[in-house]
């Protein structure tokens, strides 16, 4: 069973910095696209950002655009997001998924995504 473990959310005022982190359990991590979703109270999962197998290629929600990194570290099997200048409207429960397909293909929609983590509180006061 493929396992994701994200850390790094808190608490941080508008204009701060988180990093969040997801360790993946799965051997062959570097063959797979790998995602960041956020969820605020009564709203849908929306998609931040991902990252193909390789790193080769990146995407990002416009909301975030600018401001957040995604990356990923495929010898330690970990995916990150920093983010920068953060906003109060950024205020979710953020998640790290896996797209755990053959033909590594990378998504922007939360079903694209085989594998999930529990997710990282993150909160921005104003």
């Known amino acids: 069973q493929v396992q994701l473990v994200e850390s790094g959310g808190g608490l941080v005022q508008a204009g701060g910095s988180l990093r969040l982190s997801c360790a993946v359990s799965?051997?062959?991590?570097?063959?797979?696209?790998m995602g960041w979703f956020r969820q605020a109270p009564g709203k849908e999962r929306d998609f931040v950002a991902a990252?193909?197998?390789?790193?080769?290629?990146?995407y990002y929600a416009d909301s975030v655009k600018g401001r957040f990194t995604i990356s990923r570290d495929n010898a330690k099997n970990t995916v990150y997001l920093q983010m920068n200048s953060l906003k109060p409207e950024d205020t979710a429960v953020y998640y790290c998924?896996?797209?755990?397909?053959?033909?590594?293909?990378?998504?922007?929609?939360?079903?694209?995504?085989?594998?999930w983590g529990q997710g990282t509180q993150v909160t921005v006061s104003s």
């Open positions: 990252i193909t197998w390789n790193g080769g290629d990146t």
């Open positions: 799965e051997r062959t991590f570097s063959t797979y696209a």
């Open positions: 998924a896996l797209a755990y397909h053959s033909d590594r293909r990378v998504g922007t929609h939360y079903s694209d995504y085989n594998y």
